[in-house]
């Protein structure tokens, strides 16, 4: 059974940083397309970044593009996202996903990506 675990997010101050990381096993991850999503309660969940399955190529929604930036680790089955310049609005509950369908790395929608953790909280206070 695929087991995809998410961690250190945390709480910080507005303009403060974080590194997210993921970890998804045992799987091809190499093979795939990844993707981070947020939510925020009673709201769908976002796709805020994708990358493709070698890591030479991303994509990031305008909301953080310019702050985000995803990454993997095909070595180790890792993908990361690091928080620059965190926003009160970047509060939510961070997941990451496999893009198993292949329709999901420009699209950064939910519905195209498969293996969801528990996610990692993070909170940003003003």
């Known amino acids: 059974q695929v087991e995809v675990v998410e961690s250190g997010g945390g709480s910080v101050q507005a303009g403060g940083s974080l590194r997210l990381s993921c970890t998804i096993s045992p799987f091809a991850f190499s093979d795939y397309a990844m993707g981070w999503f947020r939510q925020r309660p009673g709201e769908e969940r976002e796709g805020i970044a994708t990358?493709?399955?070698?890591?030479?190529?991303?994509t990031y929604a305008d909301s953080v593009r310019g702050r985000f930036t995803i990454s993997r680790d095909n070595r180790k089955n890792a993908l990361y996202l690091q928080m620059n310049n965190l926003k009160t609005d970047d509060t939510a509950m961070y997941y990451c996903?496999?893009?198993?369908?292949?329709?999901?790395?420009?699209?950064?929608?939910?519905?195209?990506?498969?293996?969801w953790g528990q996610g990692t909280q993070v909170t940003v206070s003003s």
């Open positions: 990358i493709s399955w070698r890591g030479d190529s991303a």
């Open positions: 996903a496999a893009d198993i369908s292949g329709g999901g790395y420009y699209s950064r929608s939910a519905h195209e990506f498969s293996y």
